[in-house]
């Protein structure tokens, strides 16, 4: 079958066979497909669609394209949390080890930061010493004796989605919810998982930003799930401002921590609210928890007892990072950056944020990467206690933004400034809970 056969059906808006879509991954894969053809046929897809039966299909192509990891041998139930990405969105750190703490195994495989998002690997990685370059047997062994194993995308896990999505980005084709469900769920399908738990984000940070496409992403993902014999279930959860207090690599790892160590300042209760709520999701779902009363109870004691902070501290030795920074969490933190305060012009109520401009303001610092081969500094950031719906007077306080030269804290405090808007009238604060799918 030759490519501009397939192509050209779906040009017309034909459906594919699983063989097409077959042929066309493998051809993704093996190098047989030009990267032209590969772009033709997604833009089709883009613009005509995938029938639900083609999006299985694909997903399973995709799937099949590289190795699933054998859980067989792990007697604990085997669960994950995935988040579609936001600012702020550190709640993996905490969640790894929490579900761990009770009775979960959990494989994460998380990726790095791209544009105004941040990742779970760079985070990690601002821990001296953690390494996340793991073989697969070493994060099943690290899995088994912490409970939780963190590591990247390896090459030999849905290889079709790398080079995909490279295309994908680059031809303006990532906003269409079949291919978007293929890429996550193939990668996530091959964590040889019985439960999944998502957090598909929505509002001005999200990368799907209306509330009806976020909610449609999350029925669609977790109807794949499902289809693939994993029980799945879905969050949408609030990104129309950052999550938590911190935005940026170390400093995020620094609010996790105190919130395993049980301090937990008013600006970064949502962080510990949404990683319980995705905890209690998981150990439900997994059947460790007869019901959310029960998963809720087991939370509060792994995280009052210390056991899920004892955990993080196994892992972070595992992983070849210093433990220290669970006991010294100010450790993580750069004393040596320039403090610079972001101060409101007017008086009046935080009406809404661009969580898109806070995140590209961090990521413009150095906190993040403009392009996929980018270097991180791990210690920039911006940490604010203001929320939607706050009084604000003029010239008060909205944040502080850590950097290097005065210079980028300049014009990194103009576009936060300009990222939050103030207005006379309170505005209704955000739930942090928009939708649940089950
Ligand atoms: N994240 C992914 O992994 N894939 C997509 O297509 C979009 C977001």
């Known amino acids: 079958m030759r490519p501009q056969e397939i192509i050209a059906k779906k040009r017309d808006g034909g459906e594919l066979s699983a063989e097409e879509i077959r042929v066309f991954i493998d051809g993704v894969c093996s190098g047989e497909w030009a990267d032209y053809q590969i772009s033709a046929l997604v833009m089709a897809i883009f613009i005509r669609g995938l029938s639900q039966t083609e999006q299985s299909e694909l997903t399973r192509a995709m799937l099949m394209s590289g190795e699933t990891l054998d859980m067989s041998d792990i007697e604990l139930p085997v669960a994950d949390k995935h988040s579609t990405g936001g600012v702020g969105d550190k709640t993996s750190l905490v969640i790894a080890p929490l579900a761990a703490a009770c009775g979960l195994a959990v494989p994460m ?78 990668k996530k399908l091959a964590e040889g998982l ?114 899920a902070l004892d955990v993080f501290r196994k892992n972070i030795e595992l992983q070849g990072g210093d433990p220290r920074v669970c006991d010294e969490p100010k450790l993580l933190l750069n004393e040596k950056l320039i403090k610079v305060p972001v101060l409101v012009d007017r008086a009046g109520f935080i009406s809404a944020i661009d969580t898109f401009a806070v995140g590209k303001a961090v990521c413009e610092i150095g906190g993040g990467r403009i392009k996929a081969e980018d270097g991180v500094d791990y210690s920039v950031g911006f940490a604010s206690e203001v929320k939607i719906g706050d009084k604000v007077g003029a010239g008060e306080l909205i944040g502080f933004v850590y ?36």
Request: charged letters at 20%; proline letters at 4%; one cysteine or more.
């Open 109 to 186: 495989i998380s990726g790095r930061g791209l544009g105004h998002t941040g990742g779970t690997l760079d985070k990690l990685e601002s821990i001296p010493g953690y390494n996340v370059h793991l073989s697969t047997g070493q994060f099943k062994s690290i899995m088994k004796e912490c409970g939780f194993a963190m590591m990247g995308q390896t090459a030999e896990i849905a290889p079709a989605d790398k080079k995909l999505y490279a295309l994908r980005d680059a031809t303006a084709t990532v906003p269409y919810i079949p291919l978007i469900v293929a890429s996550i769920m193939s």
């Open 194 to 307: 019985d439960a999944l738990v998502l957090d598909v984000k929505t509002g001005s940070g999200a990368f799907m930003q209306a509330f009806d496409d976020s909610r449609r992403l999350a029925e669609a993902m977790v109807e794949t799930g499902g289809s693939f014999g994993v029980k799945t279930m879905a969050i949408v959860s609030d990104m129309s401002q950052p999550l938590g207090k911190h935005v940026g690599n170390a400093c995020e790892v620094y609010e996790c921590i105190n919130i395993l160590r049980g301090t937990v300042k008013p600006a970064v209760q949502p962080t510990l609210d949404l990683s319980i709520e995705l905890t209690a999701a998981m150990l439900r779902l997994a059947g460790v928890s007869e019901d959310d009363a029960e998963a809720r109870s087991a939370i509060d004691d792994a995280l009052s007892s210390g056991r």
């Open 403 to 438: 950097c290097r030269k005065a210079g980028d804290a300049e014009s990194a405090v103009a576009k936060l400034k300009n990222a939050y808007e103030i207005r006379d009238v309170a505005p209704a604060a955000p739930e942090l809970i928009r939708a649940t799918i089950t």
